[in-house]
Each structure stands twice: as C-alpha cells, then as structure tokens.
C-alpha cells in the first residue's frame, strides 16, 4: 500500500514509521511521499535522509482552501498514494481531500480524545491535572480530532510531571503504536464502516 505522511513539525512520528518498517523489513506498505505546509520543517531533513520524496507547500499561497487542497490531491495522484498517516500536521483537513481520501486517512493525537483536542493536548492535560492521559489514534472527519476512534492508550500522569517528561513519555508511547496501527490498515484488520471502526480479527496478524 501507498502511503503518504503529512508533518508540519519535526517528525518523530515519521521516523519511527520509517525505522519501523525497515527493522520489521515491511514489503506490503511503503512511505512514497511525506507533505509538509510548512517547507522549513525539521521533517524535511529527516525524510531527506530516508530517501522519501518530499513535497511541500504554504497554505497562503493558494487562494483558499479547496485550491490549497486540490494542488495537494494533484500531488497525491501522482505519487498514487492510497492511505494518509498524520503526524503533527496542524492543519484541518477540509472536504476536498476529504471526499476522496475519508476511511483512508488517520492521526495520532497526545490524549486520550474526546478530552483534550486540538493545540497543546500534553499541556491541557496538566492543566486539568488528571491522573491518566494518553494517545489516541482516529480517522479523520471533518472537525478537529473528533474522529472515530481506532485505538487508545493510557499514560499515568505523575506527581512530578512537567511537560517535557510527559510529553517524552507519550512520544515513546506513539512511535511504538502508530506504526503497529499503520500495518493494521495496510493488512485489512481495520476499517471504518458506516457504523464505526470494525475491527476484523479473522485477517492475519504478524
Ligand atoms: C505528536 O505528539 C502527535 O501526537 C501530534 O503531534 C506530535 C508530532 O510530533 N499530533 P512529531 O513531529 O512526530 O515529533
């Protein structure tokens, strides 16, 4: 399968995607292209140096979103990509990539959502201060991380928590995780039906 991540930051996510795929030597998925709205992104080097094609593209310099969007489905065509992973991209995904791509596309998000969406899910957490958080992972809709959820995991939050350590210890969580839901996708294990996320536990695992 043909995937593409999209970024907007450093890329810790797609890293540990690449380095994933390679150390389990994966030959049914492949990352063909990483996207980036903002070209001066840290992820750019990193995919650089895996050898990921790049392409990326600033939002204000398109008329509006659906021109914005249909130059990114133009990039998407010609890498044929078939399946979108967000990571840390900070952009909400409007109708037009939306229409083609929904029950293809997926993000990872630093709660364990509904609590917590949008900006700084980490810092919101300790702001609350609530005793678990986590990750979530979820197709993507049209609001901002309200999509259907695929799979969670909870983090105790400690006394002495601060936002670096928090945030390492989610991090280590989602590079572990995504990857192993990424592969799911890829080998059919879950899908999005019109009534919900249906796990299907008949298909192979490995
Ligand atoms: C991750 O924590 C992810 O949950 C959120 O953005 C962060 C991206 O980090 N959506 P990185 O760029 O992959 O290091």
């Known amino acids: 399968m043909r995937i593409a991540v999209f970024a907007s930051g450093t890329g810790s996510n797609y890293e540990a995607i690449m380095k994933y795929f390679q150390d389990h030597q994966i ?117 901002m991380d309200t999509g259907p959820i695929i799979a969670q995991k909870v983090i105790p939050v400690e006394l002495d928590d601060n936002h670096n350590s928090l945030t390492q210890k989610i991090q280590q969580v989602e590079h572990q995780l995504y990857p192993e839901i990424i592969l799911a996708f890829v080998r059919g294990q879950v899908t999005l039906t019109d009534f919900g996320v249906l796990w299907n536990d008949s298909k192979s695992r490995s």
């Open 27 to 143: 030959d049914d998925a492949e990352v063909v292209m990483l996207f980036s709205d903002h070209p001066g992104a840290a992820v750019l080097d990193k995919a650089r140096n895996w050898n990921t094609p790049t392409v990326s593209a600033k939002f204000r310099d398109f008329s509006d979103k659906q021109a914005y969007e249909k130059f990114i489905l133009q990039e998407l065509d010609r890498f044929q990509v078939e399946f979108i992973v967000l990571a840390g991209y900070l952009r909400l995904i409007g109708s037009t990539l939306l229409d083609r791509y929904l029950g293809r596309i997926i993000n990872i998000h630093p709660s364990l959502l509904p609590a917590f969406p949008g900006k700084d899910g980490v810092g919101q957490a300790l702001a609350a201060k609530v005793q678990e958080t986590g990750v979530t992972i979820h197709f993507v809709d049209q609001g």
